[in-house]
């Protein structure tokens, strides 16, 4: 079932995804969200299946995370969008198996620039994407975390 929803979601991403570039209009668009749940719609789109996102998150992740984020994680249980300051996030894990398969997605609507952390059961350990840089391991319980802005502070407010 995984497979089946990574590849249905790549095809789809092959006819209809383009690349992000300069030119895009900003991740702040997405605010529209804050307060609700990411799967709903606001006009014809989801947070998941908005433009905006679906460009910068496939471009940062790749096509099997971006599937394994965008349809197994976000079908299943996610928090509403919040906002502290300029950092847009939500939390969305596989249904019945939140400790093991989640992702944590931050965004800073002031510097335009979209954070994943992603804990797969599947990878040897969490990984930590971030825009305009090349993925890095975490460790094992790298997106361990009680509130999704504690990334902020672990992650990118020290460039660490």
Not at 34 to 42: A, N
Not at 96 to 114: F, G, N, Q, R, T
Request: glycine share 6%; charged share 25%; proline share 6%.
């Amino acid at each position: 079932m995984r497979r089946l929803s990574i590849a249905l979601c790549m095809l789809v991403l092959l006819v209809s995804c383009r690349g992000a570039s300069a030119g895009d209009p900003p991740l702040s668009e997405l605010q529209a969200w804050v307060g609700k749940e990411p799967f709903q719609k606001i006009g014809d789109y989801t947070f998941w299946t908005h433009p905006i996102f679906v460009a910068k998150a496939y471009n940062l992740l790749g096509p099997e995370s971006f599937a394994l984020v965008t349809t197994v994680y976000a079908e299943g249980v996610s928090t509403p969008v919040d906002r502290h300051d300029d950092i847009l996030s939500t939390f969305v894990c596989k249904p019945h198996e939140c400790l093991s398969d989640s992702a944590a997605v931050l965004i800073d609507i002031k510097k335009d620039k979209l954070y994943v952390c992603l804990h797969d059961s599947y990878r040897p350990e969490d990984m930590w994407y971030e825009s305009g840089k090349e993925p890095k391991g975490i460790g094992e319980s790298g997106c361990a975390a009680r509130d999704p802005y504690e990334f902020y502070d672990k992650y990118i407010k020290d460039g660490k």
